[in-house]
Nanobody, 126 residues
């Protein structure tokens, strides 16, 4: 069975950087796309960055373009975002997800068929 193992998160000050990690020990070919979502209280879970091994496509939310980079290590079934120049708006619980088809599909239109990992808290505060 597929399983997403999430690590990282924590407390950082504005302007600092942080890396998260998501590893799928039981990865199968069904999950060609993986990505990260952020959820804050009273708001819908938002796709932050996704990547697909199907067509090597990537997706970035407008709010993180130029600051976040997403890397997927397909042989290791791992995906991690490098988050630079963090600001308080980046705070929230970050979730790793995996699904089929394209990166844009996963990030923009998540499906009940997508597989979700445990969330990790990211706090940006001085």
């Amino acid at each position: 069975q597929a399983q997403l193992v999430v690590s990282g998160g924590g407390l950082v000050q504005p302007g600092e950087s942080l890396s998260l990690s998501c590893v799928a020990p039981g990865f199968t070919s069904e999950y060609s796309s993986m990505g990260w979502f952020r959820q804050v209280p009273w708001k819908e879970r938002e796709g932050i960055s996704c990547a697909s091994s199907h067509d090597d496509s990537t997706f970035y939310a407008d709010s993180v373009k130029g600051r976040f980079t997403i890397v997927r290590d397909n042989p290791k079934n791992m995906i991690y975002p490098q988050m630079n120049n963090l600001n308080p708006e980046d705070r929230g619980v970050y979730y790793c997800a995996a699904g089929g088809a394209l990166a844009s599909r996963l990030c923009m239109s998540p499906s009940p068929d997508d597989f979700w990992g445990q969330g990790t808290q990211v706090t940006v505060s001085s």
